[in-house]
């Protein structure tokens, strides 16, 4: 079955450092993939995606490469802020089976002043 | 435009007792999904529903049941209630092709004394 397994959190960083989130998966073909934010009280919001390998998801100063051969969708972000502090959800949908999706457990992320 | 919306945003039952949650999606979207979000994890598929029939449904049992209406607005029923149900249950909803992105709403929070 398709699985989704991402760095166990809390990360805590200070403003302006660099972020990386390790998010790999487990699927059969060529899945679709997701990062979502969860703020605090709110349902999820979409962050970025990648439809096929090598693709690049890009928003908000964020990014993660379609990594097909480590089967991987690592979260980057060059310089956080306060504001980003949040729990990030990597998921997956297959390519052929509509698009229900399957989530990482989450990763909470910190950023102190 | 409205985003995804759900209600109500709070429920407090007993167990054995049966909740109908309610989700009205974007507009133009004609999938509806449903996901439960235990405290602490990441959301479990429940049901997708596109044009009104089910597309898919997770490993949930039988006490868990939803529908879509012709105006593609979405119900799900839990029967039965358990302490295990309490969650954050979240509708998304999408154009329903494979690969469309879902887009979430902030969930109705469901406490089982």
């Known amino acids: 079955g398709n699985s989704v397994t991402q760095m166990e959190g809390p990360v805590t960083l200070s403003e302006e450092a660099f972020l990386t989130i390790n998010c790999t998966y487990t699927?059969?073909?060529?899945?679709?993939l997701f990062w979502y934010v969860q703020y605090p009280g709110e349902g999820l919001q979409l962050l970025l995606k990648a439809t096929k390998a090598d693709d690049k998801g890009s928003n908000k100063g964020f990014e993660a490469t379609y990594r097909k051969e480590t089967t991987s969708f690592h979260l980057e972000k060059g310089s956080v802020q306060v504001s980003d502090s949040a729990v990030y959800f990597c998921?997956?949908?297959?390519?052929?089976?509509?698009?229900?999706?399957?989530f990482g457990g989450g990763t909470r992320l910190m950023v102190k002043p | 435009d409205a985003g995804v919306t759900q209600s109500p945003t709070h429920l407090i039952k007993t167990r054995g007792q049966h909740v109908t949650l309610r989700c009205s999606p974007i507009s133009g979207h004609k999938s509806v999904s449903w996901y439960q979000q235990v405290l602490g994890q990441g959301p479990q598929f429940i049901f997708q529903y596109y044009e009104k029939e089910e597309r898919g449904r997770g490993n949930f049992p039988d006490r868990f049941s939803a529908r879509q209406f012709p105006n593609y607005s979405s119900e799900l029923n839990v029967n039965a209630l358990l302490l295990g149900d309490s969650a954050l249950y979240l509708c998304?909803?999408?154009?329903?092709?494979?690969?469309?992105?879902?887009?979430f709403g902030d969930g109705t929070r469901l406490s089982i004394l």
């Open positions: 699927a059969t073909g060529y899945p679709s």
């Open positions: 998921a997956l949908t297959p390519n052929n089976a509509g698009n229900m999706l399957t």
């Open positions: 998304a909803s999408s154009f329903g092709g494979n690969n469309q992105p879902q887009h």
